[in-house]
């Protein structure tokens, strides 16, 4: 329960708290796209089981990779790719806590 607070606490809030703080004139905006930084989930399809309690996404989905998470860091250099960039690194932080929590 606790673990699952934490990962979408941060997942929802933490976009949310970019926003307001460095988006305020389209706050609403920015904190749709980096809300988009969930869809990277989409890679879990691939896997065997889809969902594993047990089991840290990061470097295990190919989305989830060491190499994506540089693209993922690349794209904050690159204005337009910014908040999607920022939603991305947002979710794999998510995830990266139900790693360390478990």
């Keep these: ?24 004139s389209r706050w609403k905006y920015a904190y749709f796209i980096m809300i988009l930084g969930l869809l ?6 691939l896997a ?9 996404s ?6 989830h990779s060491y190499y994506a998470i540089a693209g993922y860091i690349l794209m904050l250099s690159i204005k337009k790719l910014r908040l999607l960039g920022i939603g991305l690194l947002v979710h794999i932080i998510a995830d990266l806590s139900d790693c ?3």
Excluded at 58 to 63: A, D, T
């Design 1 to 24: 329960m606790f673990q699952s607070i934490i990962h979408y606490g941060i997942h929802f809030g933490l976009p949310l708290i970019i926003a307001l703080f460095f988006f305020k």
């Design 40 to 45: 990277i989930d989409v890679d879990h399809v």
């Design 48 to 56: 065997n089981p889809i969902f594993d309690p047990n089991r840290c």
């Design 58 to 63: 990061i470097n295990f989905h190919p989305l």
């Design 100 to 102: 360390w929590l478990m």
